[in-house]
């Protein structure tokens, strides 16, 4: 059965996680999907431990402490939080809501939507390289779902950060060999997981490369190796028969740029009154949305998340008469905070 709200919201990252409160304080229920194994979006991703110092009251916040703030002042409108899965398909139904499914399977039935993608979904960044064509995809992987898989192989691992560094340490026990490939010496993971490694390297059980990934090679579809070149030119094929690629993150729009809205340079084109796009009914708002004078700023984020809720309260209850309630003095407000 799908799940009945009255918005799914499309990214739980700062902007997504604060229209959950002002859908709460206009009584309107929430469920927010993401990517991502957590929420907090760009300020959980990418930089959890720096400050912040443009959050209105606040002169220095941690972009975590931001997030596990919002995170407590959305706990009373207790929304549904679906982690680890991409919003891939929505329709607009002829009863003019929508049916909304991610990649999990969970599908909603929502009054509205509100795109919150920021960047869009944080995917692993993928391997280009002439001749990937020629072998079997699978053979090349992003996550470790099953590490048996790789027992007795001899394993090509690239990337030079924690999750490279953890699986090479990982594995190398139960693997023929790894060979692990960076573009440079030195290495971005935690000291201790270095030293475990640089240990393995000089027991013989793991072999460094620096290099760029020049080309796949291969044998009747076979892998034969990866063809890398140093920081001096020279180029040389480092032999395997799995490849595992940690090279982290980076943002893609994914289904989102499918789905006919109007786009401006990959932005979602929205009015600044609603902040709804070209489909009435859905909503963009915070770093995923443009309009004159956008500026890609958690602050700003917040002010189109307020606005949005006041246009999703319109669209879902257009009879309704809408007035503007103070959360200082208003006990309707009080009650929905669970304040009284
Ligand atoms: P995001 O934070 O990008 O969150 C969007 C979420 O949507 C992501 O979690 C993503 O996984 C998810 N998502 C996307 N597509 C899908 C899909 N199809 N299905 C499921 N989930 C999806 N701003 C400031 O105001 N002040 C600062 O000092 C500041 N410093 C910054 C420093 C750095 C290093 C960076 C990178 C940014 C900084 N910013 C700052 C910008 C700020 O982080 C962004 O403006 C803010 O994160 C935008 O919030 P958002 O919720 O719109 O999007």
Known sequence: MPIQTDAVIIGAGPVGLFQVFELGLLDLKAELVDSLPQVGGQCSELYPEKPIYDIPAYPVVGAQELIDRLMEQIEPFSPGIHLKQQVQRFEKRDDGRFTVVTTAGTAFDAGTVIIAAGLGSFLPRRLRAKGLDAIDPGLVH?????????????LLILGGGDSALDWTVDLADITESIDLIHRRPEYRGAPATVAKVKALAEAGKVREHQGLIMQVTSEGGTLQGLEIMDLEKNKQVIKGEEILVFWGLAPDLGPIADWSLDLEKKQIQVDTEK???????????GDINTYPGKKKLILSGFHEAALAAFAVQKHLHPDQRQFLQYTTTSPIMHKRLGVD
């Open 275 to 285: 902040f709804q796009t070209s489909i009435e009914g859905v909503f963009a708002i």
């Open 142 to 154: 992003y996550k470790v779902t099953d590490r048996e898989r790789f027992r007795g192989k001899r």
